[in-house]
């Protein structure tokens, strides 16, 4: 892929100023919402679900082990793009 | 015969035959007409209606329209209108063609009431949506008939099932079956392949992303959630399809997140999305067969405009591999909004539609205690945000640079995902009006701070394991491939087993022939020595055995053609 190196080629990638500032302001709203939970009350059907930060820490773990998961499968799958002979590209 | 035609989907089914024979103009006018009229149709008729025709020796139940037909009729009629728009430019006539009747058809099947006429619809789906597929061009020739094999094969276990059924009691009436028998069993393979549950699954990522860019969109709302509708209409409350429904939703995301193939992505998580709605039939409470309702109603439309995103993609530049894209959000800024707005809703952001819906689900299983399952549940709506909420629009839109400058998508494909975003912000925002269409009343509010602290907890840290690792280079690359799915047993493993296993045989059969030949030639002298050889040699075949063989030989270059 070549790139478009003209006097607008800047506008055309994302700053990583930008890409920063979003990082942090979803680490900021990840604090924030671990904190309002020490304020609110969940009413959960399962006593463990209750338990203080319990979809964070489920939800982080389960991604990152999906993520690994999924990575450590490809060395099991993955073929060549062609492999049945049907690539239609 | 009226009792066949006076039917809203007929409306569709006749607009579709007729199609062909129409200027352009016409045409695109019928393409979102027809399903607009069917809906008002729909809309106006009471409930219950039924209609009955008797037709070969039975009582048939051509219509018959209640509280769950009505919700699975008018959504599917709604995808129609909004697939008609989103092709609305093309001017080819058999994919325009074979939509409306592929949609009439599913609409039939939903609103028949009794096994017989579900078995002709179930058919006719099948066959128009095979055209949808064809339509893309000849290169699909192949995967065209490896998915008709499959669907038309559901359709036959369905009509087996429906003999023996009808034999046993003596009544076709479509409506709860179990598993009590074999008939009943049957019928639950039939719906389980059009279901794509779990190892019948493939002939769903195989196909769906080898339609056209419309054709996809088209595919994606009807053959499966007509399964999820049977199994709602003939099996609510059979324990097993809940482990069946929580497999489902688990293990196609493994799937997602490794492939490159942006609308297989979505074809995996299609299937993850079914898992949700199997796991509220086998829980089968009003609660759970509501959540089931609502989740096909919101899913159909944000897996609709997910798939209209990637397929306007498609469309301008040829490719939706996520390894060659990247960057796409400065061409096309509207497709980028709209996409985004189908993650929001896949995930169930709150005040997107697939919050209101699949929390109903979520709650059923909450209430029968089911824990495992719940947290199966859980970990798979995290996935779905990971790979198809994030995964899908940074991998097309933002990622790198890919340097592809292109035009914007057509106006027609940005009318019909901007009314699509709508509906899935609409019912998010507004989740009463989902509410109000559902089989049974509904006393929930989804809308608590608990419930919306939890699932904000669920995504943002979902978020953040997906930042953690893209920063780090945990996350795997976007990589042109092929991964193996359970499809390659058919299309690899047994062709090649049965062509060493005749080879073999072959070679066995040599080898005795040969010994044998030998053998007759040393001791057996004169014309019976000769009576040996030629029968030996294969002259003294009768015809029985001929047949046989030549059937084997035709199903083994069957099953050679399709791998």
């Keep these: 892929m070549s790139e478009d190196r003209n006097s607008s080629a800047h506008a055309w990638s994302v700053r990583p100023a930008l890409v920063n500032r979003i990082v942090y302001t979803l680490y900021a709203l990840c604090a924030l919402s671990v904190v309002l939970d020490l304020f609110v009350h969940r009413h959960e059907k399962f006593a463990f679900a209750g338990s203080f930060g319990f979809y964070a820490g489920y939800g982080f773990v389960a991604c990152v082990a999906l993520v690994l998961a999924a990575k450590g499968l490809r060395r099991l799958l993955m073929r060549d793009e062609n492999y049945y002979g049907e690539a239609d590209d | 015969m009226l009792a066949w035609l006076a039917n809203p989907a007929w409306l569709l089914i006749g607009a579709g035959l007729l199609l062909p024979l129409l200027p352009y103009r016409l045409r695109q006018g019928l393409l979102v007409l027809a399903p607009l009229l069917a809906a008002g149709w729909l809309w106006t008729m009471p409930q219950p209606t039924v209609v009955t025709a008797m037709a070969l020796g039975y009582e048939l139940t051509p219509l018959r329209l209640d509280g769950l037909a009505f919700v699975f009729a008018l959504i599917f009629l709604i995808a129609a209108m909004l697939a008609g728009l989103y092709m609305l430019h093309l001017r080819s006539r058999m994919e325009p063609a074979s939509a409306l009747v592929y949609a009439g058809a599913a609409v039939a099947a939903v609103l028949a009431g009794d096994l017989i006429t579900l078995f002709v619809y179930w058919e006719l789906t099948a066959l128009a949506s095979a055209l949808i597929i064809l339509a893309n061009g000849p290169q699909t020739y192949r995967v065209t008939l490896r998915y008709l094999l499959i669907q038309v094969s559901s359709g036959l276990l369905l009509m087996a099932g ?91 995301i493994f799937y997602a997140v490794i492939e490159n193939d942006l609308r297989r992505v979505l074809a995996y998580s299609l299937n993850n999305q079914l898992g949700f709605m199997v796991v509220g039939v086998g829980i089968g409470s009003e609660l759970a067969l509501n959540g089931t309702a609502a989740h096909a109603f919101t899913h159909i439309l944000y897996k609709a405009l997910l798939f209209m995103s990637m397929g306007a993609v498609l469309y301008r530049v040829g490719t939706v591999n996520g390894s060659q894209l990247g960057g796409l959000y400065r061409s096309m800024p509207y497709t980028t909004v709209f996409c985004i707005i189908g993650a929001a809703s896949i995930s169930a952001f709150p005040l997107f539609s697939g919050f209101v819906s699949k929390s109903l689900i979520l709650s059923a299983v909450g209430y029968e205690g089911a824990w495992l399952v719940w947290l199966v549940l859980i970990f798979a709506s995290a996935g779905v945000f990971h790979h198809s909420g994030i995964k899908i629009p940074f991998f097309a839109f933002f990622a790198h640079d890919s340097g592809i400058r292109c035009q914007e998508a057509p106006g027609n494909m940005l009318l019909a995902m901007g009314l699509t975003a709508a509906a899935c912000i609409g019912i998010g925002c507004a989740p009463g009006l989902l509410y109000g269409l559902l089989p049974y009343p509904v006393d929930y509010a989804p809308y608590t701070g608990s419930h919306i602290l939890s699932q904000m907890h669920l995504l943002l840290f979902s978020a953040l394991a997906f930042t953690v690792l893209m920063r780090t280079g945990i996350y795997p690359p976007e990589l042109r491939s092929t991964n193996l799915d359970f499809d390659w047993v058919y299309r690899r493993w047994a062709p090649a087993v049965i062509e060493r296993g005749m080879s073999g045989l072959a070679a066995a059969r040599n080898g005795l022939h040969q010994s044998l030949n030998q053998a007759a030639r040393r001791h057996v002298q004169g014309p019976r020595g000769k009576r040996v050889e030629s029968i030996l040699a294969g002259h003294a075949w009768t015809t029985g055995s001929m047949v046989l063989a030549v059937t084997l030989v035709l199903v083994l270059y069957l099953l050679s053609y399709f791998s």
């Design chain 2, 162 to 252: 429906a003999i023996v059924h009808i034999r046993a009691t003596g009544s076709a009436a479509f409506n709860e079956l179990g598993l009590d028998a074999a008939g009943g069993w049957l019928i639950f393979a039939a719906f389980g392949i059009k279901a794509a549950f779990p190892l019948l699954h493939n002939w769903l990522q195989d196909a769906y992303p080898a339609a056209s860019p419309s054709g996809t969109v088209v595919l994606s709302a009807f053959t499966t959630k007509l399964a999820i509708y049977a199994l709602a209409r003939s099996y609510a409350g059979t324990d097993i399809l809940i482990p069946i429904g929580a497999v489902m939703t688990a293990f196609p």
